[in-house]
T-cell receptor, first 114, second 109 residues
Framework: KAGVTQTPRYLIKTRGQQVTLSCSPI?????VSWYQQTPGQGLQFLFE???????NKGNFPGRFSGRQFSNSRSEMNVSTLELGDSALYLC?????????????FGSGTRLTVV | DAKTTQPPSMDCAEGRAANLPCNHS???????VYWYRQIHSQGPQYIIH???NNETNEMASLIITEDRKSSTLILPHATLRDTAVYYC??????????FGTGTSLTVIP
């Protein structure tokens, strides 16, 4: 079956702009989570969506937002980009629900802010 | 999630078993131990998980101590393609992982 698909793979934006990243989960997966990975901070949890509702949120400023559509596809948006937002943004999907399910990650979107 | 502690780096000879330790001394009874690995700039890849029993799959074995305070991931015959950063995670949510800094495993020819 198809894996988690993230688009675009690479993106270059200018400070102050906004950006939208897209994630298509594995078919049947209802939970989508987003992570930011930087060399200094490692992998950090941004937020998780389940059935179109944000269920968990990490410690990131309000410039980082997301949403999930009825087909479980998710987008994350970063407004007023800063140089420090340059990172690999990873999306992961799981079955969700009340059990403990492992993630399947996408290959990520590499965002460079100049 | 319980805090996990892993050595920052390890080397392993190709063809030998790689044993990657993880300490999770504050793990609670309903927290699972997950292992993921990340090959340079790719998304993390699921390896294995367990609660209290030892587990084995086609990729690796997971040995969890009886008191559940530590675990070991075993790659039975390491290859160069196993060079990666390995993350041990203890969680009861399954949807908000704390990855930590992981162990950078280098498989040496």
């Amino acid at each position: 079956k198809a894996g988690v698909t993230q688009t675009p793979r690479y993106l270059i934006k200018t400070r102050g702009q906004q950006v939208t990243l897209s994630c298509s989960p594995i078919s049947g997966h209802r939970s989508v989570s987003w992570y930011q990975q930087t060399p200094g901070q490692g992998l950090q949890f941004l937020f998780e969506y389940f059935s179109e509702t944000q269920r968990n949120k990490g410690n990131f400023p309000g410039r980082f937002s997301g949403r999930q559509f009825s087909n479980s596809r998710s987008e994350m948006n970063v407004s007023t980009l800063e140089l420090g937002d340059s990172a690999l943004y990873l999306c992961a999907s799981s079955l969700g629900g009340t059990g403990v399910y492992g993630y399947t990650f996408g290959s990520g979107t590499r965002l460079t802010v100049v | 999630d319980a805090k996990t502690t892993q050595p920052p780096s390890m080397d392993c000879a190709e063809g030998r078993a790689a044993n990657l330790p993880c300490n999770h001394s504050t793990i609670s009874g309903n927290e699972y131990v997950y292992w993921y690995r990340q090959i340079h700039s790719q998304g993390p890849q699921y390896i294995i998980h367990g609660l209290k029993n030892n587990e084995t799959n086609e990729m690796a074995s997971l040995i969890i101590t009886e008191d559940r305070k530590s675990s070991t991931l075993i790659l039975p015959h390491a290859t160069l393609r196993d060079t990666a950063v390995y993350y041990c995670i203890a969680t009861n949510t399954g949807n908000q992982f704390y990855f930590g800094t992981g162990t950078s495993l280098t498989v040496i020819p």
